[in-house]
DNA sequence: GCCGTTTTCGGCCCGACTGTTTTCAGTCG
């Protein structure tokens, strides 16, 4: 058994978090951190870093680390997190994990008291127990037991969707910016980096009159607890166990909060440094010259860009994945917007899983401003959502082609999504699948098979000539279901040959390909279908978030083929296995 | 523990908020 990145990941969080209640200079546990979320971000299987003796060429990654990867990837184990892990309880861990509790109070309650678990810790601070410590009192106490309530209901849930959070964060911030002290303001945080799911909600305000705004939000009927009140940030928990932090930021001083709040963190890191070269020192009010010590203000997030001499970079991309040193070279692509989408090639009807007509979905894809789209129900094999039969795949066509005929110019193409059964084969035959316009192919079954199963099966589709897109090709489900365990490097090389593209499926629970497997699809020369597969009218609007997901994956409009013109996407798709 | 086009040593972001302090430590982002 073979770790997996993320599993690897995990084990270089947890060193960080016993380093942490060990006392460790914070910059080593730092070190263990940075890696952890470098290797949960990279597009490739570490094993095949391994491979190719390339394990220090990941950020975050030096000799010392790559030393103890390269243990796990052998050994499937790592001796210095065993030995570790006998030095500190694994429920101080869990206890420092709960909010408002530190590595310092962690180890007072293990080493001080005996709390060796979060029940322990309950239970000692419901009898008052702990009130008495070092530093503690009666406040700390109440405010330590709400942790644990909050970390009670994190354990059970999970990281928060974008497609929830967004709409989310959105609604909040229209709420505030209709007092009139509120000037304007923005999402921020990893919401506004779109990342496909969400720790907290982080929102920004600009006024000069911060109170009432504050006011307003510490107020608002959907909050379970104000976390923090201040003047300048306030922090609630809503009843759906959200997180939101507002701050309120004065207007003249906008675009460096706004790009400091937005990060990443690596990106805010790397722009510092730059500002350091440069002779200044950069926070979230201003920048400072380091010599005399007067501020500049940034009253945009452009303005703090062109101070440090870069190209502006677009919020999706400040991952602190080279970004910085390509804007510094004035090279970043220009990046997808929703407004370049002309079509939408995978979505489901009454035919089978879908909840509205084609015609109904065709007229509704037109209004939002489509050119063409193709009605992909599901084979025959996908039982379970009404898949269609051969019989009636071609009674579709009939609708399909009579619905195309009226609303011309805009047209109505017949697809199917196709399923890769668990043996590898294809659901419909190839006579059948050449009469089709364009051929989804999708993994939905069998999706814990291990990785030279499925990969083969994944590669058996790629490699049929009348398969056109592989429909969300990692079969992850967000926050639940992991990925499959698919050998990516033996993906991208079959679609490479092959011609064929990969999608990048817009539904909010999908968001597959995430970007770091888009971004290196795309520098493969691998062509990029972003959908819907929206199963009912209103998830056409998902667009939105596939799109968003493609910038992340740093995606031009060239790279998407449903940016392309029909005459464009017609020229592509016939010669693939002689589509009518 | 990582990193480097001023570096192989000496940095590594730092301000807001809270609660317990009597001038500051811990936590968080």
Redesign the pocket.
Known sequence: MVLSNREIADIFDVVGDILQIKGE?I??I???R??ADSIRELPRDLRAYAADGEL?SI????????EKIQEMLDTGKLDFYEKLATEVPPGVVDILH?????????KMFWQDAGLVTVEMLETAAREGKI?DMA???????A?ILE?IESYKRRKSDTRTPLGVALPAAEHILNHLLELPEALFGSVA?SIRRARPTIG?V?LLVASSTPIPIMERFTTMSEVARVL???????SVELLNGL?V?LRVIPPERWGTALNYFTGS?AH??RM?TLAL?GGL?L???AFTRTDDNTEILCATEEQVYAQLSLQYIPPEIREDWGEVETAAQSKLPKLIELSDIHSDLHMHTLWSDGTATIRDMAQAARARGRDFIVITDHSRGATIANGLSIERLLAQREEIRTADAEMQPFRVFHGTEMEIKADGELDFPDEILVELDFVVASLHVSLRQPREQITARLLNAIRNPHVDLIGHPRGQLIPDREPADLDMDAVFDAARQSGIALEINSSPSRLDLEAQYARRAIELGIPICIDTDAHAIEELDQMRYGVLTARRGWAQAANIINTWSLAQFEAWVRPRGGHA
Do not use: F
């Open positions: 200079i910059h080593r730092l070190a263990y940075n890696a220090d950020p975050g990654v030096g000799k010392i680390i790559a709960i909010n408002g509790v530190g590595p310092k109070k962690a009130r530093g503690m009192g009666t406040k700390s106490e405010k942790g945080g907290d982080d923090g009140h201040g003047d300048k940030k306030s997180q932090d963190q805010n890191i510092r070269e020192s926070n979230e009010h």
